[in-house]
Each structure stands twice: as structure tokens, then as C-alpha cells.
């Protein structure tokens, strides 16, 4: 097993206390790791002139390649500008990968769906991914007044980010058993942006002709994800939509607390729980860790070490299933530290 350097930016809130867990179980598991702590943030900000994202933070992660990140606050309406949104453009890393799965004994609206990828409807579990263009669309920040009381927001599409994200997403159902791959748009509105975007996608399907592609307008697609989500396989879709559609699969699975993220780019990959900072909670030790630990093992498969990581993911459904340990806002009563040492006893 390899030695790994790799950044680790706690962040605000819950952050760093989900990020011990994580490590605690990265360790347990096996994984030499030597962590490089570097702070980002709501609270960094007031240090570095209202910059949340410090160019260390940034230095940190171009040396490494690879990092892991706990929730990173935004206070709304006072000048920041998000520190997530910074470190994905400033690394160009253009794809936000969501996988979504359900955990067992965890309750869930949804009991349509069969166990696998991209089936029939029948009952079982929700399996689908998410893949989501990170770096334009409506979140390039260009926006400006025209006159008072009218405002404008400019939607960028390229063909460039476009052709490489939804190449990502078919490379992506190809190397982990998906037959389907969805392209989610709104073409038939915005036809030139979506279009294009849509276009890339056909492309894309024609490079990979072992693959099923779906073309689905993304309100029927939020309608398909309630009704039979695992229909859809890998979803790859442009950045706002994608934001919008990975918090609705979350609750078909217990919600935000429960899946994984990533940011992958040709130079970086940065792992991290998608859920908020929750600073209600913070430091009182009930925070979930599932799904920064969850992102931590889809880091070891980035790093090639996919042993560890069926390890953990065999501990963390171990507990599930079982009911060792179950934080609250899954309906148990166990801290944030009962949960870690039950994953970290399963490993054992």
C-alpha cells in the first residue's frame, strides 16, 4: 500500500468534525495517509480580506492532486464570494460526480425502483449517479444591472466544457457497469445554450456505442427520479440543473447527510460531503460523518486503493444494516464519535 499526501481543508461548521471521523476510518482501514491541513472558509475570510479561499488552500491542492474537504460556509448577502465555487473554476475542475445509493435499514420515500443500474421498475434500491458540469452555465457569476429594477444574468455554454463533461459521464457508465446514460437539458426552450450542450451529448453517445442514451428535458427528469429514479443510470447535465437534481436524489436516500461528492479535473480531485456546515449543531458532536466518509472512499478509488475502500463501504453498510450506531438525524441517538468507533469496529 502506497503513502499518500493529501490536503485536508476541515472547513466551517460540522467540518472538522466530520473530517476526524473520516480520518479515523481512513486509518482504521489501513491507508497511509499524511495529511496537509490548510483552512478555507467563512471564518478564514475575515482574515484574508473577505476571501474565503487563501492561495495556500489552493498551493495546497495543485501539489498534492488530491484532497478532502469537509462543508465550507457562504454567508448569504454579505459580499462572499463561495469558496466552493472558486476552488472548482481556479482548479478547473469540471466535473462534480454524485453518486447515489441507498444505504440499507435506512428509511426512504422511495420503494419503486429495482436494485442495480439503469433497470425496470420493480422494488428495491435507489442506484444512479449524477455527473455535473462544474465550471459555466448560469454559475459563471456574470451578472449586472441593465436599468433599475431590471437585471441580467448571462448563461454560458461552451462546446469545449460541453464535448468533456459528457465524454466524462459516458467513460464514467462504462467503467462502472451503468448501460444508460441520461442527457438532461431544457433545449426546447434555450435552444442554442441547451442545444449545444445537447449536441455534445449525441456526440458523445456515438463515440460510445455499447451505451444506451436517454435525451430527457430536466423537469420530466426530476419527475422520473421520484417515479423510478434507477431508470436513469448516470445523469449528466449542465451545472445549474445538476445542482438542483443531486439534492432531490439525496432525499430519495436519506438526504444530504448520507451522499458522497467529488470534483474531478484533468490536474485535481477534491472529495467532499455535499451537505452544509450546519453550524446550529456544530460542536455538539452529533454530526453524520457517512457522507464524507462515503467521499473518502470514492477518494481511494481515485488513488487506486480499492481494497480499503470496499473495506470501509462493507464496515459503513455493515453498521447500517445492523443498526450498531445511527446518528440523529436518521432517527438514532448515537454521537457523531459512537458512530466512528462502530465503523472503525467493523473494520476490525
Not at 465555487?85 to 475542475?93: D, E, F, H, S
Not at 422520473?224 to 440543473?241: E, K
Not at 470496499?310 to 450506531?325: C, F, H, N, P, S
Request: aromatic letters at 4%; hydrophobic letters at 45%.
Amino acid at each position: 500500500m502506497a503513502k499518500h499526501t493529501i490536503t485536508l481543508i476541515p472547513g466551517d461548521g460540522i467540518g472538522p468534525e466530520v473530517c476526524d471521523s473520516a480520518r479515523a476510518v481512513l486509518a482504521a482501514a489501513g491507508v497511509d495517509i499524511a495529511w496537509e491541513v490548510v483552512e478555507a472558509g467563512a471564518d478564514v475570510a475575515e482574515k484574508h480580506g473577505g476571501n474565503p479561499l487563501p492561495a495556500s488552500v489552493l498551493d495546497s491542492v495543485r501539489r498534492n492532486k488530491v484532497a478532502l474537504k469537509g462543508p465550507i460556509g457562504t454567508p448569504i448577502g454579505k459580499g462572499f464570494k463561495s469558496a466552493n465555487v472558486q476552488l472548482r473554476q481556479a482548479l478547473q475542475m469540471f466535473a462534480n460526480l454524485r453518486p447515489v445509493k441507498s444505504l440499507p435499514g435506512v428509511s426512504t420515500p422511495f420503494t419503486a425502483a429495482p436494485v442495480g443500474k439503469g433497470g425496470a421498475p420493480g422494488g428495491g434500491a435507489v442506484d444512479l449517479v449524477i455527473v455535473r458540469e462544474n465550471t459555466e452555465g448560469m454559475y459563471t457569476g456574470i451578472e449586472h444591472t441593465i436599468i433599475p429594477g431590471v437585471t441580467q444574468a448571462i448563461k454560458v455554454v461552451t462546446a469545449e466544457a460541453s464535448t468533456r463533461i459528457c465524454e466524462f459521464a459516458f467513460e464514467y457508465a462504462e467503467k462502472m457497469g451503468y448501460p444508460r446514460v441520461t442527457v438532461v437539458h431544457k433545449a426546447n426552450i434555450m435552444k442554442i445554450t441547451d442545444g449545444l450542450f445537447l449536441e455534445c451529448g449525441r456526440a458523445a453517445a456515438r463515440r460510445h456505442p455499447r451505451l444506451e442514451m436517454v435525451e430527457m428535458i430536466v423537469d420530466a427528469c426530476a419527475m422520473n427520479m421520484v417515479r423510478n429514479p434507477n431508470r436513469l443510470g448516470v445523469i449528466v447535465t449542465l451545472n445549474l440543473y445538476g445542482d438542483i437534481l443531486s439534492d432531490l436524489a439525496a432525499g430519495l436516500v436519506g438526504g444530504l447527510g448520507i451522499v458522497p461528492g467529488a470534483n474531478i479535473g484533468k490536474d485535481a480531485a477534491v472529495f467532499e460531503a455535499v451537505h452544509g456546515s450546519a453550524p446550529d449543531i456544530a460542536g455538539r458532536g452529533v454530526a453524520n460523518p457517512t457522507a464524507l466518509i462515503q467521499s473518502a472512499v470514492m477518494m481511494l478509488d481515485h488513488l487506486e486503493e480499492h481494497e480499503a475502500a470496499r473495506r470501509i463501504e462493507r464496515a459503513l453498510r455493515d453498521v447500517y444494516e445492523k443498526g450498531t450506531a445511527r446518528t440523529g438525524d436518521l432517527g438514532g441517538k448515537s454521537t457523531n464519535k459512537e458512530f466512528t468507533d462502530a465503523i472503525v469496529a467493523a473494520l476490525a
